[in-house]
């Protein structure tokens, strides 16, 4: 059963905000939410992750909200490089040992229209 | 430049004939793993290694070996390739496993 949950396309205005939702409503405690994309063939790009607290870096901002259950990306000035993929992963240690493998799904492809 | 390769990129074979598809970071990186990506399937981790010596299976290890020799390399070896194993394939690299991977460019293998 897929753990995540997201919208199969998205559009986007070049230079306003992208913002990706995401489903994850059986997450568990342990289980830290991941986002990646990829761009046609290439091999998936990190973005960003956290466990329940907002997060923001150079690319992105992560929003999760206070019960876990859902998550938003936030590219805040989208280009058209910003074209791709994105994936939302939820990941934790498997419990013998070693980090569960990042599960992709089908992802959200987001189209940023000049 | 810190990256992770993988040669070949393109690879067309027959069935059965033993091939390996090597992949190599250049990061010290502990945790190194391979995925297979399939139309509508996603990517799909096949194996995983934590640290030298030690591998482990993923969700989809069936027809494939790996080894860790050393902590730079972790090849991916399909002993008796069959059509069914034609697919993207991906290594990736990350400190300890939970934090950022790496991915390489991607091997392509058609087995016919």
């Known amino acids: 059963d897929a753990k995540t949950t997201q919208p199969p396309s998205m559009d986007c205005a070049e230079g306003r905000a992208a913002n990706l939702p995401c489903n994850h409503s059986?997450?568990?405690?342990?289980?830290?939410v991941y986002w990646y994309r990829q761009i046609h063939s290439q091999g998936p790009q990190y973005i960003i992750h956290?466990?329940?607290n907002n997060e923001t870096n150079e690319m992105a901002s992560l929003i999760i909200t206070e019960d876990r259950k859902s998550s938003t990306l936030i590219l805040p000035h989208a280009t058209l490089r910003d074209t791709a993929v994105y994936y939302c992963?939820?990941?934790?240690?498997?419990?013998?040992?070693?980090?569960?493998?990042?599960?992709f799904g089908k992802g959200t492809h987001l189209i940023i229209q000049p | 430049e810190a990256q992770v390769t993988q040669n070949p990129r393109y690879l067309i074979t027959v069935t059965g004939k033993k091939l390996t598809v090597t992949c190599s970071q250049n990061?010290?990186?502990?945790?190194m793993s391979w995925y297979r990506q399939d139309p509508g399937l996603g990517l799909r981790q096949i194996y995983y290694?934590?640290?030298?010596?030690?591998?482990d299976k993923g969700d989809v290890p069936e027809g494939y070996k790996v080894s860790r020799k050393e902590k730079r390399n972790f090849p991916l070896i399909l002993e008796s390739p069959s059509p069914n194993q034609t697919s993207l394939y991906f290594c990736?690299?990350?400190?300890?496993?939970?934090?950022?991977?790496?991915f390489g460019p991607g091997t392509r293998l058609t087995v016919t």
């Open positions: 990736a690299s990350s400190p300890y496993g939970l934090d950022e991977q790496y």
């Open positions: 059986t997450i568990s405690g342990n289980e830290y």
């Open positions: 956290g466990l329940k």
């Open positions: 992963i939820v990941s934790s240690w498997r419990s013998g040992g070693g980090a569960d493998g990042l599960t």
């Open positions: 990061m010290n990186h502990e945790y």
């Open positions: 290694s934590m640290n030298v010596e030690v591998t």
